[in-house]
């Protein structure tokens, strides 16, 4: 087999399994083969799960001869390493999970599998999603397929990096403050957070609650809204899952953006921007116009500059409470050689969490404990529901707000690893959204000396379809989506 399947899409790829003109079985051969050629470059995949894979791929063949194939049926997929997978390690790119096999599937992962996926799988990650660069795996790191001496993003670094590389035709990623559209940009692929409480969270382990939200990473908006169509709607094994009815999110998708009212807000060209990325941007955003949309520049969305705060307060804190769990008492590792159960408990933590983990599990601990939960948790709640309160007013006025996904292109591996913070401001366009609850998607749009530079779309609560009409307007116009890394 020839390498004219490695760029498929979703939908293209649906098109050749309908009209029998490739069987399932053979995609995912080519697939499986595709990741053992590029696989020692990229090393995007902690799991190959061929056996399973080839297994699936049988069974979605008779799905197709019988006519109950469905947009997904047959194409493989690879599944972030957060997200439990019946049978299959779920290791979380950590020590603490690294043998660990769940008993059953998290709901988005059951979907696909009912829908007739193909998980070829499961993608590495910054250990328990925490990071920005895929550096912080607790196995190896993982590299941008545009450079390989460059980072592809986090904490879905994989997921994004697969995709790009052509080891899978799309994946599933999960997003705490970024993790799916920084890799998205980074790795010039689409990737969508969903609203919070559209996608539920059922079996995607923990790292910050009222901020995780899985969604898809895909060739192109198209795509990523046939993943939705699949993945979206309410679960009640989820306390946070929305009861909101899911749309067909394929339909309205069209060229003419005519009547849509787009604001840009002045926050995010903020200072020490790559002036790459800003002209990329001002030169999509005017794409934008010719397509019919109103643009209005300098939008104030003032609380913002207090999100990075806020979010580094919530996030460790809810990281301390999810993680206690993880004491060696119950699954994953657990330190033996001990009589005392405390210095157990104690050395279980201290060796099965990275360096990462265990700083924002201190700084978390920190902003809950007595005397300090007023003057940070608390105050970083309220701040945040200002935050929320100014995206409410802004979509009021705006249909959408375009901002760029991150303010510089992917940066060399181990050139932020000893500062945490600059690596923290990575992610300074996109934990915003987190904040507030609201969609946003990561689309191409355009390059920098080779290397991708990524546009964010945000939209209002349960508007995705309105960002995928806009993803999907720009994508008709523009080919930056269709650029593939020259592995």
């Given at each position: 087999?020839?390498?004219?399947?490695?760029?498929?899409?979703?939908?293209?790829?649906?098109?050749?399994?309908?009209?029998?003109?490739?069987?399932?079985?053979?995609?995912?051969k080519?697939?499986?083969?595709r990741?053992k050629?590029?696989?020692?470059?990229v090393?995007a995949?902690?799991?190959?799960?061929?056996?399973?894979?080839?297994?699936?791929?049988?069974?979605?063949?008779e799905?197709?001869?019988?006519g109950?194939?469905t947009?997904?049926?047959?194409?493989?997929?690879?599944?972030?390493?957060?997200?439990?997978?019946?049978?299959?390690?779920?290791t979380c790119?950590?020590?603490?999970?690294?043998?660990?096999?769940?008993?059953?599937?998290?709901?988005?992962?059951?979907k696909?599998?009912?829908?007739?996926?193909?998980?070829?799988?499961?993608?590495?990650?910054?250990?328990?999603?925490?990071?920005?660069?895929t550096?912080?795996?607790?196995?190896f790191?993982?590299?941008?397929?545009?450079?390989?001496?460059?980072?592809?993003g986090?904490?879905?670094?994989?997921?994004?990096a697969?995709?790009?590389?052509?080891?899978?035709?799309?994946?599933?990623?999960?997003?705490?403050g970024?993790?799916?559209?920084?890799?998205?940009?980074?790795?010039?692929?689409?990737?969508?957070?969903?609203?919070?409480g559209?996608?539920s969270?059922?079996?995607?382990?923990?790292?910050?609650?009222s901020?995780?939200?899985?969604?898809?990473?895909?060739?192109d908006?198209?795509d990523?809204a046939?993943?939705?169509?699949?993945?979206?709607?309410?679960?009640?094994?989820d306390?946070?899952?929305?009861?909101?009815?899911?749309?067909?999110?394929?339909?309205g998708?069209?060229?003419?953006?005519?009547?849509?009212?787009?604001?840009i807000p002045?926050?995010?060209?903020?200072?020490?921007?790559?002036?790459?990325?800003?002209?990329?941007?001002?030169?999509?955003?005017?794409?934008?116009e010719?397509?019919?949309?109103?643009?209005?520049?300098?939008?104030?969305?003032?609380?913002t500059?207090?999100?990075?705060?806020?979010?580094?307060?919530?996030?460790p804190?809810?990281?301390?409470?999810n993680?206690?769990?993880y004491?060696?008492?119950?699954?994953?590792?657990?330190?033996?050689?001990?009589?005392?159960m405390?210095?157990?408990?104690?050395?279980?933590?201290?060796?099965?969490?990275?360096?990462?983990?265990?700083?924002?599990?201190?700084?978390?601990?920190?902003a809950?404990?007595s005397?300090y939960?007023?003057?940070?948790?608390?105050k970083a709640?309220?701040?945040?529901?200002?935050?929320?309160?100014e995206?409410?007013?802004?979509f009021?006025?705006?249909?959408?707000l375009?901002?760029?996904?991150?303010?510089?292109?992917?940066?060399?591996?181990?050139?932020?690893?000893?500062?945490?913070?600059?690596?923290?401001l990575?992610?300074i366009?996109?934990?915003?959204?987190?904040?507030a609850?609201?969609?946003a998607?990561?689309i191409?749009?355009?390059?920098?000396?080779?290397?991708p530079?990524?546009?964010?779309i945000?939209?209002?609560?349960?508007a995705?379809?309105?960002?995928?009409?806009?993803?999907?307007?720009?994508?008709q116009?523009?080919?930056?989506?269709?650029k593939?890394a020259?592995?």
């Amino acid at each position: 087999m020839t390498d004219k399947y490695t760029d498929l899409t979703i939908h293209s790829a649906h098109e050749l399994l309908k009209a029998k003109k490739i069987s399932s079985v053979e995609l995912t051969k080519h697939y499986l083969d595709r990741i053992k050629k590029v696989e020692p470059q990229v090393r995007a995949i902690v799991t190959v799960t061929e056996d399973s894979a080839l297994q699936q791929a049988k069974q979605a063949d008779e799905a197709i001869a019988n006519g109950k194939a469905t947009p997904l049926t047959g194409i493989p997929v690879l599944i972030k390493d957060v997200m439990c997978t019946k049978d299959i390690k779920t290791t979380c790119s950590s020590k603490m999970l690294e043998n660990f096999v769940p008993p059953y599937n998290a709901t988005a992962v059951e979907k696909l599998n009912n829908a007739g996926a193909v998980m070829v799988g499961k993608a590495n990650m910054d250990e328990f999603a925490m990071g920005s660069s895929t550096e912080n795996s607790a196995f190896f790191t993982t590299h941008n397929p545009w450079d390989l001496s460059r980072v592809p993003g986090g904490s879905s670094g994989g997921s994004a990096a697969g995709v790009a590389a052509s080891e899978a035709i799309y994946a599933l990623g999960s997003d705490t403050g970024g993790s799916i559209r920084q890799p998205a940009g980074f790795c010039n692929v689409t990737g969508l957070k969903p609203t919070y409480g559209r996608v539920s969270r059922y079996g995607l382990v923990a790292f910050a609650s009222s901020l995780d939200q899985i969604g898809p990473l895909t060739k192109d908006a198209l795509d990523s809204a046939l993943v939705m169509n699949v993945i979206s709607g309410y679960d009640s094994r989820d306390s946070t899952s929305a009861p909101e009815a899911v749309p067909d999110y394929t339909k309205g998708l069209t060229k003419n953006l005519k009547g849509m009212k787009i604001g840009i807000p002045k926050e995010y060209f903020v200072e020490g921007m790559q002036a790459e990325v800003e002209t990329a941007i001002k030169d999509a955003i005017r794409k934008l116009e010719e397509l019919g949309a109103k643009v209005e520049w300098g939008v104030s969305l003032p609380h913002t500059r207090h999100a990075l705060a806020v979010y580094y307060i919530i996030a460790p804190s809810e990281a301390s409470a999810n993680l206690a769990r993880y004491d060696g008492s119950k699954y994953g590792f657990s330190y033996k050689d001990t009589d005392s159960m405390w210095e157990g408990m104690e050395k279980t933590k201290q060796l099965g969490f990275g360096p990462e983990v265990k700083r924002r599990i201190m700084l978390g601990t920190y902003a809950l404990s007595s005397g300090y939960y007023d003057a940070y948790y608390l105050k970083a709640q309220k701040v945040r529901t200002l935050i929320r309160r100014e995206f409410d007013q802004a979509f009021e006025k705006y249909d959408a707000l375009v901002t760029p996904t991150s303010p510089t292109v992917p940066f060399k591996i181990g050139e932020k690893a000893d500062n945490p913070l600059q690596m923290y401001l990575s992610d300074i366009c996109t934990l915003p959204i987190n904040i507030a609850g609201i969609p946003a998607i990561s689309i191409p749009a355009g390059f920098a000396k080779d290397l991708p530079i990524g546009m964010q779309i945000i939209g209002k609560p349960f508007a995705e379809k309105t960002i995928f009409k806009i993803s999907y307007a720009y994508q008709q116009v523009t080919d930056w989506h269709k650029k593939t890394a020259k592995l």
